[in-house]
């Protein structure tokens, strides 16, 4: 019931854009630990241990879990990390062709950012403290990048500027907080719920088989994902049409959802687990 009134109470107050917010993240986290090779298990180990010299202790570094929300808890900390707050997604658009150059102007975006931390992962010269900062923003970014309106808008900050409904609560709600937090974690509690039921019916191949591709590769599947699935659900069938004065996504649309964003948050846990066993592992 408690999380249930919070819920309910940020769908009415304004609210930043935190991709899956920690629910959403944390689950990504745990599939990946739960996936990697007991080499990068220990390698992640070690470098948590650099957490007093990443100096956050309002934003802890204790697990692979926290890691996975450090990025959006640091928004907090004002000047001193504000240099990545663009890091966090690609405002690719919808109605036009795809087109990842145009959104990665220097390499500030989503995914360009997630090759960085692989890259300074990978490099053990590296203080231990910035490993461990790029161990965070990857396991973060590789979240982010699996939530649709991270990857695509059509010039309205993925959704945050259209008005949206989610079920019968009208509220303050837009579209990309709707998909950020209540949708993700309505269909992370669906039965059969939590991060291992995620993964639990796939086998070896199929596994890897999700994992594969690249960031670009990714970054298309996602760009797609926002069009064909978040604002033509919102949109009435029409992803580039006019934008009513509220979209609706409704108890039906939802539940036809679900799924969906159940394979976002697998394909991202995979992924990660993947990025993290070839730097790590």
């Not at 979209?247 to 539940?255: F, G, H, Q, R």
Request: aromatic share 6%; proline share 6%; hydrophobic share 45%.
């Amino acid at each position: 019931m408690s999380r249930l009134l919070l819920i309910l109470l940020l769908l009415v107050l304004p609210t930043p854009a935190l991709a899956w917010w920690d629910y959403g993240h944390k689950t990504v986290a745990t599939i990946a630990s739960n996936q990697v090779s007991p080499k990068t298990r220990a390698a992640i180990r070690a470098l948590l241990r650099h957490e007093r010299a990443v100096a956050t202790p309002t934003c802890p570094l204790h697990t692979l879990e926290d890691a996975s929300y450090w990025p959006d808890c640091i928004k907090g900390l004002g000047a001193r990390f504000d240099y990545a707050f663009s890091w966090h997604y690609q405002n690719v658009d919808i109605c036009k062709p795809f087109d990842l150059m145009a959104a990665c102007k220097d390499g500030h975006c989503v995914s360009r950012q997630i090759d960085r931390a692989v890259k300074l992962l990978k490099d053990k010269k590296v203080p231990g403290h910035e490993r461990l900062m790029a161990l965070a923003f990857l396991t973060h970014f590789v979240g982010d990048l699996h939530m649709p309106l991270h990857a695509g808008d059509r010039g309205d900050r993925g959704g945050n500027d259209v008005k949206a409904a989610y079920g019968i609560v009208a509220g303050r709600v837009n579209l990309h907080l709707l998909w950020d937090g209540p949708l993700a974690e309505r269909a992370i509690t669906t039965p059969p719920a939590g991060p291992m039921a995620l993964v639990a019916a796939l086998n070896t191949a199929e596994r890897a088989q999700l994992a594969a591709g690249s960031t670009e590769d990714w970054s298309r599947e996602n760009w797609a994902l926002a069009r064909d699935t978040a604002f033509t659900v919102a949109l009435n069938g029409d992803p580039c049409g006019p934008v009513p004065a509220r979209a609706t996504v409704s108890n039906t649309d939802i539940e036809a959802l679900i799924p969906t964003v159940r394979g976002q948050i697998t394909k991202a846990g995979l992924r990660l687990a993947r990025l993290l066993d070839e730097a790590l592992g």
